[in-house]
């Protein structure tokens, strides 16, 4: 019987993972490859990292005219080929895997610079942003569910440690930022 690479792959790694089993006993079933403390000690890891990779649009803008540099967007494709910033590649979040990435960033060295939805004002079609307005009995005040967020965390867990984010609000009505795509 022929091994897939995959049915290799978990055998090697699944005895690391650890999965919540909290279920009842009398269940027969193989729990999923989530694991949500790994994740949550990623998220811890990568916090105090990414505060010092946080860099406003002029910075964003003069990494970007390195030749070792990529701007990532990482929306919907519908949203990305309506307008995106110039020069920008597109890789959706949720087609993020190992070999996607590698794809698309030529190495772990490769200056990988994020934005999203929250960082573009005045254009809410293109780039409407994520936020959980504050529900009265649950929620004091608005959360910011950014795309950027899990897109650091994310690109820093598959070992791309050279990510900086755009920390900066900039309207689209600014000349001093370039869209491109095919609603310009």
Not at 170 to 184: C, Q
């Amino acid at each position: 019987m022929k091994t897939n690479l995959i049915t290799v792959l978990l055998m090697i790694t699944l005895p690391f993972f650890t999965f919540n089993t909290a279920q009842d006993s009398s269940s027969n079933f193989t729990p999923s490859i989530v694991d949500y403390y790994a994740f949550e000690k990623l998220t811890i890891e990568v916090k105090n990292y990414r505060k010092d990779r946080l860099i406003n649009w002029s910075t964003f803008e003069k990494f970007s005219k390195n030749a070792n540099t990529i701007i990532l967007d990482t929306r919907s494709k519908e949203m990305y080929d309506k307008k995106h910033i110039k020069g920008a590649i597109h890789l959706n979040f949720s087609d993020f895997t190992q070999d996607n990435l590698a794809q698309i960033i030529p190495s772990f060295h490769t200056r990988v610079l994020i934005y999203c939805n929250n960082n573009i004002d005045n254009e809410p079609i293109f780039f409407a942003s994520k936020i959980s307005l504050p529900k009265k009995e649950t929620q004091p005040k608005p959360i910011s569910l950014a795309l950027n967020i899990p897109t650091f965390i994310t690109l820093y867990g598959y070992g791309y440690k050279n990510v900086y984010e755009l920390s900066e609000l900039i309207s689209s009505l600014d000349r001093k930022i370039t869209f491109e795509g095919t609603a310009i």
